[in-house]
């Protein structure tokens, strides 16, 4: 199956890693010949709004948490984050009238800061959400052949930051779809967030508050101001609109987890009938099922990289009734079965097979 370059997806806001250079200092680190390492000077992270190639900003992430002996380095970044970080966007979510809809407002928009992965929203999930009242909030890199853990740790961070600056809440529960002993600082990790329990061994990378929560009233929830940014924020980074493709990629992270990766789902989400949807693909020349196999395919390899799951479980994750059928499909994207994939991958330390949760 075809892999997605790095530079064909590839930018990133500024943003958070504005903070990079200071954060690095505090770890004893001269962040000059780092940055430099990966193409960057030092002022190119004083701009938030300046377009950064999302490749190098992954790549630079993993450098750092190799260099500060920090496996924890990224999803400490991410903690540093604050609404004013996101710019129009985050006057725009910090007006919402809700969490529940300032994260969807994030989402809608959420390709004019990024390309190269996206967040997304699970409530539903009998997988996954094991409360029916719980609502996942997760996030995906959206292209391969990266070493994207740390940057997938500084979303988390993020997305925890952003949201305890909205509502005064830390999450239920802190989820990271990788094995705790590839982050090897797990305890920093731990004491930054208490009592949030932390969950290792996921199926995601995210975080879940009770429903309760979602749906309550922003303290700052300005009605006027929301409608007003949600316009300004449409002609914000035009240039990064994603074409029909991508857009539908970023449907179907959501989708695949709740089985919902059909067409009935894409032609509600875009309002456009299942002849236009085949037209437009066509025209890119793919498919439907060619991007949910492409999907299934990329995050099969996070899970099966990062952690210790089964392939039974991996294959639930998917959406697969039975791993037979998981393991078929598997074999047919990449050559080989799942199990010897992983097993071709640089030694991983053991660890559990079952989901861990730390209190």
């Known amino acids: 199956m075809p892999e997605f370059a790095a530079d064909q997806l590839g930018v990133q806001r500024c943003g958070i890693f504005s903070e990079l250079p200071e954060f690095l200092r505090s770890f004893g680190v001269d962040p000059k010949p780092l940055l430099e390492k990966h193409g960057f000077a030092c002022g190119d992270l004083d701009d938030r709004d300046r377009a950064l190639p999302f490749a ?19 999803f400490l970044l991410g903690l540093r984050a604050r609404i004013e ?22 989402i ?15 409530e539903q999930d009998p997988y996954i ?22 940057f997938l740790l500084a979303s988390v961070g993020a997305g925890v930051a952003l949201v305890h600056e909205l509502t005064g809440q830390l999450p239920k529960e802190i989820l990271f779809a990788c094995s705790e002993t590839a982050v090897p600082a797990a305890d920093e990790i731990r004491a930054a967030v208490k009592p949030a329990r932390v969950v290792f061994e996921s199926h995601h990378f995210g975080f879940t508050y009770p429903k309760h929560v979602v749906d309550l009233p922003l303290p700052s929830a300005d009605p006027v101001k929301f409608e007003r940014t949600m316009k300004q924020v449409h002609g914000y980074w035009n240039d990064l609109e994603p ?11 959501p989708a695949l987890h709740a089985e919902r990766a059909h067409m009935h789902m894409v032609c509600e989400a875009t309002g456009l009938t299942p002849r236009t949807v085949n037209r437009r693909l066509a025209e890119q020349g793919t498919t439907l099922r060619t991007l949910v196999n492409e999907t299934r395919y990329s995050i099969a ?6 952690t210790h799951l089964p392939v039974a479980a991996v294959a639930q994750v998917m959406g697969y009734s039975e791993p037979g059928v998981f393991v078929r499909a598997f074999r047919q994207w990449s050559g080989s ?8 991958l640089p030694r991983m330390p053991a660890g559990p097979t079952q989901s861990t949760t730390v209190v």
């Open 56 to 74: 190098s900003v992954v790549r630079l992430l993993d450098d750092c948490a190799r260099v500060t002996e920090n496996g924890a380095f990224g």
């Open 85 to 106: 970080h996101l710019g129009l966007i985050g006057e725009m979510v910090r007006s919402a009238p809700t969490l529940g809809r300032a994260v969807r407002a994030h």
């Open 108 to 122: 809608e928009n959420h390709h004019r800061i990024v390309r190269g992965g996206a967040p997304y929203v699970v």
């Open 129 to 150: 959400v094991r409360q029916k009242d719980q609502t996942l909030i997760g996030y995906r890199c959206l292209i391969s052949g990266l070493p994207s853990l740390q």
């Open 243 to 253: 074409d029909f493709a991508d857009q539908i990629r970023r449907l179907l992270l």
């Open 301 to 306: 390899r996070q899970l099966l990289r990062h």
């Open 337 to 344: 079965t799942p199990d010897s994939w992983r097993k071709s």
